[in-house]
Nanobody, 123 residues
C-alpha cells in the first residue's frame, strides 16, 4: 500500500514557476514508477510526466517538454515536478500517482493516486 500526498500548488502569473512535491508513505516507494497527471475543468485527466523507479528514465507530454522537469528522491520517498514558464493552459488539478506497470502515459497503469493540488496560472 502506498499513500500519496501532493503539495506546492498555488496561484502564479504566466511565465512563473512552481515546484510540486508528492510525499509517499510506505517502504515500497522505490519499487514504483511515479507519474504526474493533471485535469482541467471540463477536460479529461491527462498525462504530464513520469519517472522510473531509479530516476534514470523520464517521459514528458509534448505540451510540457522543455518546461517541466520530474525528479525523485527515494531516500525521502518524494517525487517532484519543477514547472517553469507556466502558461494559463497549465491551470489544472495536478495528481501524482504510483505505477507498477510500464505504459506510463496511461492512467490505468497506475495503482495509487494522491488527492491532487490546484495550480492556477493567471494571464
Amino acid at each position: 500500500q502506498v499513500q500519496l500526498v501532493e503539495s506546492g500548488g498555488g496561484l502564479v502569473q504566466a511565465g512563473g514557476s512552481l515546484r510540486l512535491s508528492c510525499a509517499a508513505s510506505g517502504r515500497t516507494f522505490s519499487r514504483y514508477a511515479m507519474g504526474w497527471f493533471r485535469q482541467a475543468p471540463g477536460k479529461e485527466r491527462e498525462f504530464v510526466a513520469a519517472i522510473s523507479w531509479s530516476g534514470g528514465n523520464t517521459h514528458y507530454a509534448n505540451s510540457v517538454k522543455g518546461r517541466f522537469t520530474i525528479s525523485r528522491d527515494n531516500a525521502k520517498n518524494t517525487v517532484y515536478v519543477q514547472m517553469n514558464s507556466l502558461k494559463p493552459e497549465d491551470t489544472a488539478v495536478y495528481y501524482c500517482a504510483a505505477s507498477s506497470g510500464s505504459r506510463w502515459y496511461y492512467d490505468y497503469e497506475y495503482d495509487y493516486w494522491g488527492q491532487g493540488t490546484q495550480v492556477t496560472v493567471s494571464s
